[in-house]
């Protein structure tokens, strides 16, 4: 059985890909919560900030020690606010959870998937980071890093049986989704109005695609970015 990393995983997204991932493989999970890991019940758990390097250096052990085969870079930290009120620690702290992190996670997990000749990485990426959000941009440009990331670690690691993708998740029904509503300038029911299937995307709905993206049919899909975004990226 395949050993998985999940970060982020205390609540929304992440917490459901690692619920359903526990089915058939063998989940490890990481979060600044522990309460919330000890009570997924998956095979281990290592707390972790994903924003201070020490954390990230403690994570890399746990990985190396755990023999990961599939990496899902989940966690994310959004903030809406304007440009000009972004201050270099808040610009700071959203590159190293969105964009610093998944790479330095990606560079701990491929020695050992090179070693197997086997491998899946799978970024949570943004519909944001296709379309870019207005008052939303450095949680843009962070998502849009991974999409850059995503291809050319594709074209990297294609040869070592190592696939390398990113979903786009549009607005997700989760603690987060609707406290970015409430952070925004808009109600529920106008950002529903903008979104062609009048819906928010379930959790279970990116679970599905991850488990079917790190599964030997999804072998030959590799540099993707895939939007899952209930028709969000094609138009109103």
């Known amino acids: 059985m395949k050993n998985v990393l999940v970060t982020g995983a205390s609540k929304g997204i992440g917490r459901c890909i690692a619920q359903e991932l526990s089915k058939n493989y063998n989940v490890f999970v990481t979060a ?34 755990n023999s ?67 008052f939303a941009s450095m949680y843009s440009a962070t998502k849009a890093s991974l999409i850059g990331m995503t291809k050319a670690l594709a074209l990297e690691l294609a040869s070592e049986n190592i696939t390398v993708n990113t979903i786009n998740p549009g607005w997700v029904d989760t603690e ?36 079917y993206l790190i599964s030997d049919e999804a072998k030959g899909l590799t540099g993707q970015a895939i939007n899952l975004c209930a028709g969000l990226s094609v138009g109103i």
């Open 176 to 211: 987060l989704g609707k406290g970015s509503i409430e952070d925004s300038d808009f109600s529920e029911d106008e950002i529903l109005e903008c979104i062609p299937q009048k819906r928010f995307v379930e959790p279970i709905e990116v679970a599905n695609l991850v488990k």
């Open 32 to 65: 600044r919560t522990e309460k919330a890991l000890k009570e997924l019940n998956v095979v281990g758990y290592c707390i972790c900030d994903l924003e201070k390097s020490t954390d990230l250096a403690k994570l890399a052990d746990f990985i190396k020690v």
């Open 68 to 134: 990961i085969d599939i990496l899902v870079n989940n966690a994310g930290e959004y903030i809406y606010n304007p440009i000009e009120n972004m201050d270099y620690a808040h610009i700071s702290e959203i590159f190293k959870i969105n964009s610093i992190a998944p790479a330095f996670l990606a560079s701990s997990v491929v020695p050992y998937m090179k070693s197997q000749k086997w491998g899946r990485i799978v970024n949570i990426g943004s519909i944001s980071g296709v379309m870019g959000e207005a």
